[in-house]
């Protein structure tokens, strides 16, 4: 069993603490893992990828291959769409609807809404504002965990809800409290989303 | 028991040389390197045995501080990113010919495709060059592995060992076990054979002589490492040679194992011998590394019999750029995977300077007093700052390597450019600024250097940044005229004050500095949570 998947966003979002919980959370599960990540130049607002990787069986490629990848979970539509050529056939695009505009010649948002309109399988939803619905404005990064988790199949949610609890417990029991609000409100819309 | 730790490659070496006994690293931050230093800087482990981490000023000064380190017994590690190797070229290959006392390591972390770099240079190319051997681990828990081996055979052959790391390996994490025994550091002890540490002709010929021979067993030794495997494969049209990195991709290609028979090369030089052997069982060969292609070059005149070769050079694989796992499936003469196309919409996002960034705000008083200069250029650095380039600000005209701001622009201004103006940060400064500084006091040079000051290393993440607080003083003490030091601070409601400055010190004739200082956002808002 494998579950290989990219992680998307703009710098300074956030995708590396959804990275983290599922690393934790597979690891908790014994699974092989490997996650390349972005650092340097990039990060100040460029757009940003990490390609994770769980699987039952040793793990060669740190990258994964085009067409690959069972999921791409994005912060961002735009940056979704950017890695649609390492999307295998029956993956999964998990992603939030709120464009991040720091360049001037950003897509026209109803094109981008289209794009995403005539893939298959897409979880689209509003994370930020979902975050604010639940008084968990900064975890929006969360709620886009949960509603992954709807469809990952690879970790149990409550296994993923572990994770929350050990990569946030040291900053004490309100922030992760405010982190499973939102994945767990993150798992709501997705359901719902799917429907 | 074993323990297991979740890790990037570079935190693996930092490990890997913990527990090798390190006395001291030694290092400037550089991408994708830093993560080495910062690991053993935030260890415990290392804090209790007082290992050496602080950053060094630059890579030339880290090398020989850690040459010195070798040179008492001790075991030393130096790290940066490849054009860092560039910057220590001179003790690096004096290493070479003083040796190794205590196990030395140099860790070259390369950038093949250029993320974070301005290159893609290959640092094996520098093995060979000074005949050092080369580690070239292929996934996490062989640089952990590879680490501990390095200083070994550093200690054992009297030999620094040059590490090559590579952006993939580098910042991707995997579980890496590590050893139940941690190796002491070692007593302090003198060179066994002190004359080569003088590197005087009459010490240095007879030390050229002994390591071209040493040259020729470190081959044999590759030859025979547990590090490269020579492995059978039923399919025999083709050899596969994978160097490192390369080697996972090839895997990922055949998941129930290669088919063909298969080189894997992780220590160099590069073992001729089994390139000879797989020859000989094949109808052609592919070479797959990472970076330039050092062994396919290396290949020609290594075979009695002809045969063909593939790799970067013949287009089986790009020139340029890292391999990944499709360059890789394409060279084998696989299919390519069913996928979808690349969506049309997708525009580029290049990074940018953050908003509220001082450097904008330089950018911007800057701008609006060289649009009175039309002969104006604008010589940068590298940094954040060199973002500038960009739109909106489009504030640059060079940037090439460390340092070469304030000296490019001194050349530009004695051909007859002016204003010939100089923008670097405070932690290239005293990386390589300083030096060239002197140059412009001593011929007097019509230059205006600005120091963007934004008291760290920002670009790889807030590093500690060696001249803060002392800027003023060491331009002062190289000599420039303290009324022509002068210094702002970059916000938008000084823009009248800051724009007057900068025209007052254009209008000197002579060597003028504009410090501009205001905190790194970044830094800033750490500095705030706390």
Redesign the interface.
């Given at each position: 069993m494998k579950k290989d998947m990219i992680l998307a966003g703009?710098?300074g979002q956030g995708i590396l603490s959804i990275a983290t919980v599922i690393?934790s959370a597979a690891?908790e599960q014994g699974l092989?893992?490997?996650?390349?990540?972005?650092?340097?130049?990039?990060?100040?607002?460029?757009?940003v990828q990490s390609?994770l990787r769980l699987s039952s069986q040793p793990?060669?490629?740190?990258?994964?291959?085009?067409?690959?990848a069972d999921l791409i979970i994005s912060l961002e539509p735009?940056?979704a769409?950017?890695y649609?050529?390492?999307?295998?056939?029956d993956g999964w695009i998990i992603t939030s609807t709120a464009p991040f505009v720091?360049?001037p010649?950003?897509?026209d948002m109803e094109?981008?809404r289209a794009?995403l309109g005539k893939?298959p399988r897409v979880i689209a939803i509003d994370v930020e504002s979902i975050a604010k619905e639940v008084q968990s404005p900064r975890s929006a990064n969360m709620v886009l965990l949960g509603a992954t988790a709807a469809v990952l199949g690879i970790l149990d949610p409550d296994k993923l809800r572990d994770g929350i609890r050990r990569v946030f417990g040291r900053k004490g029991e309100a922030i992760v409290e405010t982190n499973i609000k939102a994945f767990d409100a993150g798992f709501a819309a997705s359901l719902k989303n799917r429907q | 028991m074993a323990d297991?730790k979740?890790l990037?490659g570079d935190e693996a070496l930092a490990l890997g040389a913990l527990h090798a006994g390190l006395t001291g690293v030694y290092a400037y931050p550089g991408?994708?390197s830093?993560?080495i230093t910062e690991y053993i800087q935030g260890s415990a482990f290392a804090r209790e045995r007082k290992v050496h981490c602080d950053w060094s000023c630059n890579e030339k000064t880290a090398m020989e501080g850690a040459l010195g380190m070798s040179y008492a017994g001790k075991r030393a590690l130096v790290c940066f990113k490849h054009v860092g190797l560039n910057v220590c070229a001179d003790p690096f290959m004096g290493s070479a010919t003083t040796g190794a006392n205590g196990g030395l390591v140099i860790a070259s972390c390369d950038d093949p495709s250029m993320?974070?770099s301005q290159n893609e240079q290959d640092s094996r190319f520098y093995g060979s060059f000074a005949m050092m051997p080369v580690f070239e681990p292929s996934n996490q828990q062989e640089v952990y592995e590879m680490t501990r081996a390095a200083f070994d055979y550093s200690e054992a052959k009297g030999i620094p060992v040059l590490l090559r790391m590579t952006t993939?390996?580098s910042?991707?994490?995997?579980?890496v076990e590590s050893w139940e025994s941690v190796r002491e550091q070692n007593q302090m002890h003198f060179p066994e054979r002190p004359r080569q540490w003088v590197t005087l002709p009459v010490n240095a010929r007879e030390r050229n002589r002994q390591l071209i021979k040493d040259y020729a067993g470190f081959e044999e030794d590759a030859a025979i490492s547990r590090f490269n495997l020579l492995e059978d494969g039923p399919d025999r049209r083709m050899g596969v040679i994978a160097c490192g990195?390369a080697w996972?991709?090839l895997?990922?290609?055949f998941?129930d194992g290669c088919p063909f028979p298969v080189l894997k090369v992780s220590q160099y030089p590069f073992p001729r011998r089994l390139a000879r052997e797989l020859a000989a069982k094949v109808d052609s060969l592919l070479v797959l590394e990472e970076g330039q292609p050092l062994v396919e070059e290396r290949l020609k005149g290594v075979f009695d019999t002809p045969i063909p070769v593939h790799g970067r050079l013949d287009g089986a694989l790009p020139r340029d750029g890292e391999l990944?796992?499709?360059a890789v499936?394409a060279a084998l003469g696989l299919p390519?995977?069913?996928?979808?196309?690349?969506?049309e919409?997708?525009?580029?996002?290049?990074?940018?300077?953050?908003q509220g960034c001082g450097h904008r705000d330089f950018y911007t008083a800057l701008n609006q007093v060289l649009k009175d200069y039309q002969g104006a250029r604008v010589f940068g650095d590298i940094g954040?700052y060199t973002?500038g380039w960009m739109p909106p600000f489009s504030a640059l005209h060079t940037c090439v390597e460390m340092g070469a701001s304030l000296t490019m622009a001194q050349g530009a201004a004695y051909s007859g450019v002016w204003p010939s103006v100089a923008v670097i940060g405070d932690s290239t400064f005293t990386h390589s600024g300083m030096t060239g500084l002197l140059d412009a006091v001593n011929t007097n040079a019509d230059v205006t250097l600005c120091i963007s000051d934004n008291l760290t290393t920002g670009?790889?993440?807030g590093q500690d940044s060696a001249g803060t607080g002392r800027l003023e003083a060491i331009c002062a003490g190289i000599g420039v005229d303290p009324a022509h030091i002068r210094t702002i601070v970059p916000l938008p409601k000084n823009y009248p004050d800051m724009e007057k400055t900068i025209r007052e010190e254009l209008e000197y004739h002579g060597v003028s500095v504009i410090i501009c200082r205001r905190e790194c956002i970044q830094t800033a808002k750490r500095h705030a949570k706390k």
């Open positions: 703009v710098g690393g690891l092989h893992l490997k996650q390349a990540e972005v650092h340097g130049m990039s990060q100040r607002g460029g757009d390609n793990i060669m490629s740190d990258l994964i291959p085009r067409g690959g735009m940056e769409l950017r649609l050529p390492y999307l295998s056939e720091n360049i010649n950003y897509p094109a981008v794009e893939l | 297991k979740l990037l991408t994708p830093t993560e993320h974070s993939r390996l910042h991707s994490r995997a579980v990195l996972n991709y895997m990922e290609n998941p990944t796992p499709d499936r390519e995977r069913p996928q979808f196309a690349a969506s919409i997708v525009v580029p996002r290049p990074p940018a300077l953050c954040c973002l670009m790889t993440g």
